[in-house]
């Protein structure tokens, strides 16, 4: 029987814990897989973490409670639960019942016969409100600009072990494990998912915090803005040499006057020079913040 890891970040949903517990218990009974699920508890502020262990009194599944002394953000409270698993195939749920356990065995299946690293639920319809939605569309097409495209990821996903190497011993604070995931893959897929209404009713994550994640992540975890600089400084410094010349042409064919010539040239080549030394600058600081974050690690996917 085949083992799997499952990593479920939970945060504030003692609501949802139960109901949780018997659907994982319900198809254990009747699985392919061997089961072993990591809870990690993100700093939650009402009574989940006991409410978890409660339950898991009957829990037909092998599990290990992992409890975050305050709230980090699911992404870090996954990367954390990545450093506890230790079999070959691991899969991510979120724990508000939006996610059914069961369809990780049609993404196991379609991983198999696409010989894939890193399977992804495909959402048919996703259950968020609308705005949510539409800001998870902006945040895609923003973050392609970096060279990558994020339109298939979700939070439900199904991996092999080499796709978290980066991820195994990361210690810090990580705002977008997908970015380590994709980087680990060498072949992503995705596979049809059903995706149900939230049972509390409304996301915990409010318009403001989820505005504030997705800043985070393309400022914190993206190398965008760094980018953006650097390409900014080139071109103006290219813009500002070709005005400086044309400048000097004018003066030389129609004569205008020696001191708005030489000034406006002096302002125009130093201010380009400046900017394409920040843009160089700007280009070595990436490079040295995508080191830092390990984006550039190499991936071993299978030793023998």
Same mark, same amino acid.
């Given at each position: ?5 499952? !990593?479920? @970040? ?8 139960? @109901? ?9 009974? =009747?699985?392919?897989? /061997? ?7 993100? *700093?939650?502020? $009402? ?5 978890? =262990? ?7 599944? =092998? +599990? ?18 990545? #450093? ?10 979120? $724990? ?5 356990? #069961? ?10 016969? /696409?010989? %894939? ?18 800001? &998870?569309?902006?945040?895609? =097409? ?31 604070? !990580?705002?977008?494990?997908?970015? +380590? ?8 897929? &995705? %596979? @049809?998912? +059903? ?5 509390? *009713? ?16 393309? !400022?914190?975890?993206?190398?965008? @803005? ?10 103006? #410094?290219?813009?500002?040499?070709? &005005?400086? %010349? ?8 129609? *004569? ?5 010539? #030489?000034?406006?040239? &002096? ?22 913040? !995508? ?14």
């Amino acid at each position: 029987m085949k083992e799997l890891d499952i !990593v479920i @970040p939970v945060y504030n949903s003692s609501y949802s814990i139960g @109901p949780l517990i018997e659907k994982i218990n319900h198809w254990a009974e =009747k699985s392919v897989l /061997n089961l072993h699920v990591i809870f990690v508890d993100d *700093g939650s502020q $009402d009574n989940t973490y006991n409410v978890l =262990k409660e339950h898991l009194i009957t829990a037909k599944f =092998k +599990y290990q409670t992992i409890k975050l002394a305050k709230n980090y953000g699911q992404h870090t409270a996954t990367a954390i639960g990545f #450093s506890y698993t230790t079999n070959k195939l691991i899969a991510t749920i979120d $724990d508000d019942l939006q996610h059914d356990p #069961s369809d990780i065995e049609n993404m196991y299946e379609y991983m198999i016969q /696409n010989n %894939c690293d890193l399977v992804y639920g495909n959402f048919e319809t996703k259950e968020h409100h609308f705005i949510r939605n539409l800001g &998870t569309k902006i945040l895609q =097409k923003i973050l392609k600009l970096d060279g990558r495209d994020y339109k298939m990821v979700t939070s439900y996903r199904l991996m092999k072990s080499s796709a978290i190497s980066v991820l195994k011993n990361k210690s810090n604070k !990580v705002y977008f494990i997908d970015d +380590y995931l994709l980087m680990g893959a060498s072949k992503v897929g &995705t %596979c @049809p998912v +059903y995706h149900a209404k939230s049972q509390s *009713g409304t996301s915990r994550y409010s318009n403001w915090k989820l505005m504030k994640m997705a800043i985070s992540i393309v !400022v914190l975890h993206s190398s965008l @803005p760094l980018k953006l600089i650097s390409r900014f400084g080139l071109l103006m #410094s290219f813009v500002f040499f070709i &005005t400086g %010349c044309s400048y000097i042409y004018q003066k030389l064919v129609f *004569g205008l006057e020696i001191g708005f010539t #030489s000034l406006i040239v &002096t302002i125009f080549f130093t201010t380009g020079l400046i900017l394409f030394s920040l843009g160089i600058i700007g280009e070595y600081i990436r490079r040295i913040w !995508v080191s830092k974050q390990g984006l550039d690690s190499i991936i071993i996917s299978e030793v023998c």
